[in-house]
């Protein structure tokens, strides 16, 4: 079966080892979490994380299983990328005399609708929110002239369907 | 059971009052009902042990002699009760004891509550003294499992434990606590734990579901049942068979399902998987319908997957929906607890009789008896087959033993030949495989069913690595049977390495010691034989016996488990010879 991307939601209890657990059962089946974020979500006390995996949609299907499994998981989606909408941020800092002495610096600024997060003596920072792609042809572009850090977060994703948390949540307590 | 019963004191106290976290978890044990346990002391658990001794008239604490020996004990005992298992242990070296036995109850779905004492709060990540992160190590071979630094947090995790432990699919659960949590007071009151937001123990049954499973069942021509453990965990023994009477399927167990039906039922069709029987497995791949009952498809079972009841219709009865799809698409999945599903598919079957599909199950067993059952139960050689020692045992125990097997060859031969008549009457590593397992398992099981006779069946390999549990029989006079089939090497690696690796025996010749007289050091009458004449005779001693009695029989030495399905193989590709 073919590989594919698929961004898995987890929304879960914010305890200590439960990320741990979930690795776990990505490291069981030998298959490289791509990309991991972890953060409140629309509930309150409910965490969310996004996980990105490069695998088959059987493998993916029965990893969302047993990652559902665990106690304190209360729900697990996973989704192709026409089924969400998706961004990944990223931080470049830069040398600041590249400003002043490389035109063509603030071209990419501009043309990578990037903003400048701070400017200091020795550095200037960039943040680029975006598609992978958009971020790495910012990096490309930048990289020629010398990048001092680069950083890019996991992606975060919303479904465009609906993710019935609340409704789950409230057939437990009328329960 | 009476280790440490001389001195008794003034018990419970009201539960509202301020006491330690170690009397909290006490209170804890005993609002679960618990009344057993098994265990090791050492430093980061002292403070609990200190109040097991003042509560010793209310809870028996069984030290075993290995942590290892404590978990297989309350596994045993689990198993025959059905209730959950608790085992206990210090930090460290004793936590991680604990692993294969968590990782045994794990994949055998037993319920069980491992204690773990832990360094002091402060000293958490500072490689203390006896630290290890067993939350770490022990996260992929849990339900659940939870680090307790505070009193305060004892008893609502200790009743989530318990809830965890025996609620759904059982698992085996481990509660880490600190010493601080343990010697730190708390207001201590108890509420039980009955139910978690982000966890659905029991998916409840979809009534299109059951149609479409009974509709499938009520148009079958080849129906066949496979039936595994979670008939005994879901208490659906009765249900099963109403099924199999009314519609009238061929119904066959995996290893874990052994004792659900009576061995002797005339629709039970015996055992599937590796060394199961001819005819379940060569027909699973000509059924129309298969009926998979609280069982996993494990590859033990199925073989090569590609391969495997590709013609039939399945229907997959499970609780745990993460097993829906795992292995074997099923055409109907029905998720639910046994009993409530079969008990909603009853009234839809009807009534039935599949004799000409049951003739092809006997034709098939009568192949099997000619070609292997036959001499392995009424040998012509010299030598004597496992299979005959079983047969011994259970014709003179009305086949009414608890048989609790180890694994390797005798423990295939145990589950071919043991006959039963009661549920929970099966106790054996399945999922995991862990040698070492019998013996411990023995002594929880015997505690948990002190009305029944229980049987060890061991093999001379796996009964050497717990055999330190000689010590806990011998100091709660527990009056297990153990009966050693010993063939004088690891038989089942001996066997692979004859069929697959041309008969280059690597570490599989075992050196044996005197067992007898080890047995005797520990005052366990014990018997060893050699010839057959005497195999009667000795069985009938040992069942007689009251107290714990040890039976070494020598087998023959390079005998073979058939039928075997090779590993990845077809189920039809099953070898008689």
């Known amino acids: ?175 | 059971m009476e280790t440490l019963k001389e001195k008794k004191k003034e018990a419970k106290k009201p539960a509202t009052i301020k006491i330690s976290g170690a009397e909290a978890i006490i209170h804890c044990l005993l609002a679960e009902g618990v009344d057993l346990l098994y265990g090791y002391p050492g430093g980061a658990i002292m403070p609990v042990y200190d109040e097991l001794y003042k509560f010793q008239d209310k809870l028996t604490h069984i030290l075993t002699r290995h942590e290892q020996g404590a978990t297989h004990a309350a596994q045993g005992y689990a198993r025959v009760t059905g209730k959950v298992g608790v085992a206990m242990a210090t930090s460290g070296p004793g936590a991680t004891n604990m692993v294969t036995g968590l990782a045994d109850a794990q994949i055998d779905s037993t319920p069980m509550v491992c204690i773990t004492g832990q360094v002091t709060r402060e000293l958490l990540g500072s490689d203390a003294f006896q630290e290890t992160d067993i939350i770490g190590i022990s996260t992929p071979v849990t339900k659940w499992n939870y680090q307790v630094t505070r009193a305060e947090e004892i008893p609502e995790i200790l009743a989530k434990a318990f809830y965890i432990a025996r609620s759904g699919r059982p698992g085996p659960v481990l509660v880490d606590i600190t010493k601080n949590a343990q010697i730190e007071e708390l207001d201590f009151s108890y509420k039980h734990c009955t139910g978690i937001r982000s966890y659905n123990p029991v998916p409840k049954p979809d009534a299109s579901a059951i149609d479409a499973a009974a509709q499938l069942i009520n148009t079958a021509k080849k129906p066949m049942i496979v039936f595994g453990q979670g008939v005994i965990l879901g208490h659906a023994e009765d249900e099963l068979k109403e099924l199999i009477e009314k519609a009238g399927i061929p119904a066959a167990w995996t290893v874990l399902g052994l004792s659900a039906l009576d061995s002797d039922h005339p629709l039970n069709v015996g055992m599937v998987g590796m060394h199961g029987n001819y005819a379940p497995n060569m027909l699973t791949n000509e059924c129309d319908v298969l009926i998979s009952i609280g069982m996993r498809f494990d590859d033990r079972v199925t073989g090569s997957l590609d391969t495997y009841a590709k013609q039939a219709k399945v229907i997959h009865f499970e609780i745990d929906p993460a097993e829906i799809n795992k292995n074997v698409i099923a055409d109907v999945p029905v998720l639910g607890n046994s009993k409530e599903t079969l008990s909603l598919l009853l009234p839809k079957i009807k009534k039935n009789k599949h004799e000409a599909w049951h003739d092809e199950f006997k034709k098939r067993y009568k192949i099997e008896y000619d070609a292997v059952i036959k001499d392995e139960l009424h040998p012509t050689k010299e030598g004597m087959t496992m299979a005959e020692v079983i047969n011994e045992i259970n014709i003179a125990s009305g086949h009414k033993a608890v048989i609790v097997s180890d694994v390797g060859q005798h423990q295939m031969i145990a589950c071919r030949y043991s006959k039963f008549k009661q549920s929970k009457s099966n106790i054996t590593s399945g999922g995991l495989g862990t040698m070492g397992f019998a013996l411990p398992a023995a002594i929880g099981a015997k505690m948990g069913a002190m009305d029944r006779e229980v049987v060890a069946i061991i093999g001379d390999g796996g009964y050497q690595m717990t055999i330190q549990e000689l010590g806990t029989i011998f100091q709660n006079k527990t009056p297990v049977k153990i009966v050693v089939l010993n063939n004088e090497h690891l038989g089942m690696v001996r066997q692979w390495q004859e069929l697959f690796f041309e008969s280059r025996y690597a570490s599989t010749v075992m050196c044996n010691p005197n067992f007898v007289k080890i047995a005797e050091g520990y005052d366990i009458t014990a018997k060893r034989i050699t010839e057959r004449k005497d195999l009667k005779t000795t069985v009938a001693e040992m069942l007689a016996s009251k107290d714990a009695y040890f039976l070494e029989v020598m087998v023959e030495k390079e005998d073979n488990v058939f039928p075997m399905i090779p590993s990845g193989a077809c189920v039809t590709e099953i070898r008689l010879k």
């Open chain 1, 1 to 175: 079966m073919k590989k594919e991307w698929f961004t898995i939601s987890v929304y879960a209890e914010n305890n200590v080892g439960l990320l741990n657990r979930i690795s776990g059962i990505f490291l069981k089946r030998h298959i490289n979490i791509e990309s991991l974020n972890v953060s409140k979500s629309e509930i309150e006390n409910v965490s969310k994380f996004t996980i990105v995996v490069n695998t088959t949609e059987d493998w993916t299907r029965k990893i969302v299983q047993q990652i559902e499994k665990q106690i304190e998981v209360i729900k697990a989606f996973h989704h192709d990328d026409d089924e969400i909408i998706y961004q990944e941020s990223a931080l470049f800092k830069v040398a600041s005399d590249l400003l002043f002495d490389e035109r063509q610096i603030q071209n990419i600024i501009k043309d990578s609708n990037s903003q400048i997060v701070t400017v200091a003596r020795d550095f200037f920072v960039l943040a680029k929110t975006g598609r992978r792609h958009e971020i790495d042809e910012m990096h490309e572009a930048l990289l020629p002239y010398g990048i001092m850090q680069f950083v890019r977060s996991g992606r975060i994703a919303v479904s465009k369907a609906e993710m019935p948390i609340s409704k789950l949540l409230n057939n437990f307590y009328q329960d």
